[in-house]
């Protein structure tokens, strides 16, 4: 009895390895038309694509609302940059220029100091009794003469570079206020173009996602790849003069016959978007 149902087991064994290698052999077809089941709904193939079909047309209105903002919200983003980069150089040429006023303050006091000294040893002078106090007493006048050359040059210096900094705010702030102004203007055009398409905007992307729940999961993720590939966003086309709408290559008979059928979902051999039946696409 064991050996039996060791054998019946090794036989269930084989089977399940066979059925796992016929699996991993079958290609995953994404496009897979059997009927998807929504909410136990089945749906036609012609169904799938038609949904499809309007769902790719709402998405491109979505992309045409995008293209209108174009460039825009970068350039506001941009500029937002721009000032609050100028505003923080502004900030520390205020800062050098405060450093400045407070050392000329300090070579100012030194002069007041130095003149004071002069005039406390030139009353000295007239006292004195001896020729080494009268020198002592002269070098210590020169010595603070010299001191307040020194302080007048480096006010002369730094008034110089507080003139710099003081053209370089006045600078930055005339091109502040203009990137202001064009941040401003931007993003009122900006505002302007989103609450005109806003509500439009919000209602596409609410029935783009209800459809999205009647198209089939493994079918949707192939669709949104196939048009984040293409440029212009197209991931279903129909038949356009013979050829695919998408890349314009030409759709051979028998193929264009099996996509007027509907009963297959046939993509273009050569973008690989899924193409349709002008008549399904409401075009003749
Ligand atoms: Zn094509």
Redesign the pocket.
Known sequence: MAKKEQATEKKTASNKKETVVEAVNTPINPLDDAAASVDGQELSVEQKLSNLYSLQLMLSEIDKIKTLRGELPFEVQDLEDEVAGLNTRIQNFKLDAKDLETTIGQQRTKISEATALIDKYKAQLDNVRNNREFDSLSKEIEYQGLEMELAEKRIREFSHEAKVVADEIERSKTLYDERKADLKSKKEELNEIISETKIQEEQLREKAKQLETTIEPRLLTAFKRIRKSARNGLGV?YIQRD???????KIPPQRQLDIKLRKKTIV??????I?IDPALAGVE
């Open positions: 086309v050829a695919c709408g998408g890349c314009f290559n273009c051999e050569h973008c690989g978007r193409i």
